[in-house]
């Protein structure tokens, strides 16, 4: 695999924190957030290139597999939206406007999908708001 399909493999396994993140924000994973999170990889970021991961699967998936991987140790949400932050940060370039306009659509339809946002979700929301800005 070529440096380049490696990056953006680690674009989608960062993006699988990211959302893992905001799902845990308030300390539980509900399963309506995952559902949500499956949806969006299915109907949104699999059409959004053609990115391959090491199995020759679509690297969008790279999303689940992460978000489940870190559901399953209980990883702080905070250290995930940090670590998130910091290849933000080194990767500019790999967050077009049409991208990041695609994750705060997903970050926002995790946070909706059980009985709305609450406290924590909103704030992890507004970091990531002011991350882009």
Known sequence: MEEMEKLHVLFYQKLGELFYAIAA???IVRKAEYKALQQMVLLEWKNMDDYKDSF????????EIVFDWF???N???N????SFTEFYKQNTSLFSKERK??????ANVIANS???MNKSELIMLGRLKLLFS
């Not at 020759?56 to 999303?63: R, S, V």
């Not at 250290?79 to 940090?82: G, L, M």
């Not at 306009?101 to 997903?106: G, H, N, R, S, Y």
Request: glycine content about 4%; hydrophobic content about 35%; proline content about 0%.
């Open 25 to 27: 924000s308030d300390k």
């Open 56 to 63: 020759q699967e679509d690297a969008a998936y790279q999303i």
């Open 71 to 73: 559901e399953y140790d």
């Open 75 to 77: 990883l702080d949400a």
């Open 79 to 82: 250290e995930c939206f940090k």
């Open 101 to 106: 306009k695609l994750i705060w659509k997903t």
């Open 114 to 116: 059980f009985s709305g």
